[in-house]
């Protein structure tokens, strides 16, 4: 039988896998509880530039001018992005699993995510993700966001590794899909314990994995 290819290279997902979603529906929830917004209109209103803003092609202040601050408001644009920024939470686990794995199999780390441009450098310099991270391709960094398949695509030419020698974590069913039908074997995260059993499958053994 065949033996399947080494893993060189990981591609990482990073919001839920190694950080709490930086601002997603419960965040936004928590937002409006605490700013006394109304939630519906939040929603309408994120959902119609949030994507863009994940695309580099709004900065925060504008992306909060559309969402938030398109009306006078009791609290400042400093005051909820502090807010927004605190969400923000580690997955500590997941985080020291795959600078384990870095360093004992010599790998390529590489993020592929949907990011907005101040929420990821707030993200990667709080949680220390460029010690381990060796390049990130971000939304908002290359202007395309999953599901489309370019970003993964760029993501090889970037990694200059083979499809077949990659291995990606995301916890978003459809990504981990599109993924695949480009000849990169995924694992869906869905805890910790689960992703270092599928990770010993392919080879990539964590610290305590396979000993008795």
Not at 16 to 34: F, I, K, M, Y
Not at 79 to 93: H, I, L, N, T, V
Request: with cysteine; glycine share 6%; proline share 4%.
């Amino acid at each position: 039988m065949k033996q399947a290819p080494a893993v060189t290279c990981l591609f990482l997902d990073i919001g839920g896998v190694l950080l709490t979603n930086g601002w997603d529906h419960h965040a936004r929830q928590r937002a409006a509880s605490n700013f006394k917004l109304d939630l519906a209109e939040l929603e309408d209103r994120h959902h119609l530039t949030f994507d863009t803003y994940e695309q580099g092609k709004l900065t925060l202040e504008e992306y909060l001018g559309r969402a938030v601050f398109y009306q006078q408001r009791p609290f400042t644009p400093a005051e909820f992005r502090r807010f927004m920024f605190a969400q923000s939470k580690p997955y500590r686990e997941m985080i020291e699993l795959i600078g384990q794995l870095k360093v004992r199999y010599g790998l390529k780390i590489a993020v592929v995510s949907n990011e907005a441009r101040e929420l990821n450098a707030h993200r990667i310099r709080t949680f220390k993700l460029a010690a381990f991270v060796d390049f990130f391709i971000s939304s908002c960094f290359v202007h395309i966001r999953k599901p489309d398949a370019d970003i993964f695509r760029l993501a090889l030419d970037v990694a200059q590794v083979p499809a077949r020698q990659v291995l990606y974590i995301e916890n978003t069913p459809m990504f981990v899909q599109i993924a695949e039908g480009l000849g990169i074997r995924s694992v869906l995260h869905t805890d910790h314990r689960s992703t270092c059993a599928k990770l010993a499958s392919f080879g990539l053994q964590s610290d305590g994995e396979g000993q008795p």
